[in-house]
């Protein structure tokens, strides 16, 4: 078989690193000035993952072909943000049809799930930490099945092809960075022996540049390579994750895994100062919520009053809490929960929602609104839900090929190593998704057998006067719907480049009174700030990791951004 690493192949992809200049065209995020001779693009959070997406572009595939070879290389390289052993949402562009595809590959319940799963003796809820843990946490993964439908109806290579480079990698090792070595050592509490005996060899933790083999993972990818989806879902591979779930007192059967559907939804729409922003629905909370608080901040002269000003950043932390108390409130699986989808973008509930932010001072005491009162006839919501989860990790990746096809697709096992339960033999992490369900029954987002937890991943495409202007994403749990917000801002009303865009320090707020903040946010704005009322954290955080593409709307060309908040990287294809 001819190796996929071969030298003279690595020297030719990384010579196609983007450069990218400081002052910007009329498109939004496009560096003018910069070269751009590239037909196709990819953007991942990890350099291999980006070469083996470009490699696949270069012989042919196309963008979901080189999307499906970069999961499965991200399982390798980034094992503890998403893999076989969860879900996630793809957004496709189809240049030649005009049309934007929405696939739910999310986790969801099984049969044996229930409000109760996670409430102690006493009925009150569990701690996080303690919840993760068992094996309710995990919800019967899609990733694998999500994949193998989006390559059937929109790809042109084979499974077994682009499997292949991820079998190398786990094979032959990947060298471990900073960001994989410190999860490894935060989250060694959770992991269960399979998982220490690949990430803890000799019981401590593999550190900063020593070599990560994962034989068993290697193993599990030739089987699927070989048979099919199917021995995952109807066959030794899933009868072994069963297992492993029952070990920690999850109830997720083989008919769980076999009962599993990729769902099609119908993406939500919105414009924001004159661009199309197109996103994911429920059960994803991701679009809407996005699209609110843009809509909310429309009204404002945001570029007058400057990026990351006092100002700016009042109004943006406001909109965040009004548009996170009604996620709590409205948003869940919509094949369980009824949505008021017209409602949520109305101009006329927009409007009243913007009055309730007062220019000056936070608001304490921000409730959600009457949404049904603008949707027509309908049932009322059910009660608020829990407080926002602003933990979780995942990751977000990019590709666009040389016909203007475009996937934009954010992958996860919820938290860093999900559950931290490795499947015994099989070496995959397991995710912890059920825990995005509230633990308290009675809100849109209580636990039910089938249902897919409400989640934040807001894998997005903007579109101007019907051409694709860019696309965007980001991992981060709850702070992904900011800072994908706050990167298409920094393009469209400060004017910055892509790459300036991503490399913005990004703030992030649920409900009054704490902000979480970045470095590099100057310590006058951070003061000026509490005396509006807001309550800064006491330390920076890193929030989220962006990867986007933007399209030169003039001329065509092609330009990405990755972020160095982890080893972002963007690879270019001639």
Request: hydrophobic share 40%; net charge negative; proline share 6%.
């Amino acid at each position: 078989m001819k190796r996929f690493w071969g030298t003279s192949l690595i020297v030719a992809f990384l010579s196609v690193f983007l450069a990218l200049g400081s002052a910007v065209a009329a498109s939004p995020g496009v560096p003018e000035g910069a070269p751009s001779p590239y037909t196709g693009m990819v953007s991942t959070a990890h350099p291999l993952a980006s070469l083996v997406g470009a490699r696949v572009l270069a012989s042919g595939g196309n963008a979901v072909d080189a999307a499906v070879a970069t999961q499965f290389a991200l399982n390798v390289v980034e094992p503890q943000m998403s893999g076989i052993g969860g879900g996630g949402f793809m957004m496709i562009y189809l240049a030649k049809e005009g049309k934007v595809i929405a696939i739910d590959c999310r986790e969801q319940a099984p049969a044996g799930a229930t409000p109760q799963m996670f409430l102690d003796d006493g009925g009150k809820p569990l701690s996080f930490e303690v919840a993760l843990q068992s094996g309710h946490a995990v919800g019967v993964p899609g990733t694998l099945k999500g994949l193998v439908t989006a390559l059937e109806k929109y790809g042109t290579m084979t499974l077994s092809s682009l499997i292949e480079p991820a079998i190398e990698l786990a094979e032959r090792g990947v060298v471990v960075n900073a960001p994989l070595a410190q999860h490894i050592a935060e989250n060694a509490y959770k992991f269960n022996d399979a998982a220490k005996s690949v990430f803890m060899p000799g019981g401590e933790p593999l550190p900063k540049g020593a070599l990560l083999v994962q034989s068993d993972l290697a193993k599990t990818f030739k089987l699927i390579r070989d048979g099919g989806p199917g021995v995952f879902y109807n066959g030794e591979v899933g009868q072994a994750l069963v297992n492993a779930v029952r070990e920690k007192a999850g109830t997720m059967s083989m008919e769980d895994l076999t009962g599993y559907e990729v769902k099609f939804r119908d993406p939500v729409r919105g414009n924001y100062r004159g661009y199309e922003i197109v996103s994911m629905g429920p059960p994803s909370s991701g679009g809407l919520t996005l699209l609110q608080m843009l809509k909310i901040l429309e009204g404002y002269d945001i570029k007058a009053l400057g990026h990351n000003t006092p100002q700016t950043l009042h109004l943006m932390i406001e909109a965040m809490h009004l548009s996170y108390a009604d996620r709590a409130k409205y948003l869940a699986d919509a094949d369980f929960v009824d949505i008021p989808f017209k409602g949520y973008l109305d101009e006329r509930y927009i409007a009243e929602r913007r009055k309730l932010i007062d220019i000056v001072h936070a608001t304490p005491d921000v409730t959600a609104g009457d949404i049904w009162e603008y949707e027509g006839e309908g049932p009322q919501a059910l009660r608020a839900g829990e407080a926002e989860k602003d933990r979780g990790e995942t990751t977000h990746f990019t590709v666009m090929d040389k016909w203007g096809n475009l996937v934009s697709y954010t992958t996860t096992i919820e938290d860093v190593f999900g559950s931290g339960i490795m499947v015994p033999g099989y070496g995959f992490m397991l995710n912890n998704e059920m825990t995005d369900f509230d633990f308290t029954p009675g809100g849109v987002n209580e636990v039910a057998p089938g249902k897919r937890p409400r989640s934040s991943m807001t894998p997005t495409i903007a579109f101007k006067d019907g051409k694709c202007a860019f696309s965007v994403g980001s991992p981060g749990g709850a702070t992904i719907i900011t800072s994908v917000m706050q990167v298409i801002m920094n393009m469209i009303d400060h004017g910055m480049n892509v790459q300036e865009a991503i490399d913005a320090p990004r703030i992030y707020s649920s409900s009054f009174p704490k902000v979480r903040w970045e470095a590099h946010l100057p310590e006058w704005i951070r003061n000026a700030l509490k005396l509006r009322g807001h309550v800064m954290e006491e330390k920076p955080s890193v929030i989220g990791s962006v990867q986007s593409i933007v399209i030169d709307l003039e001329t065509g060309k092609l330009y990405g951004g990755a972020d160095p908040r982890r080893e972002g990287t963007v690879i270019g294809v001639r």
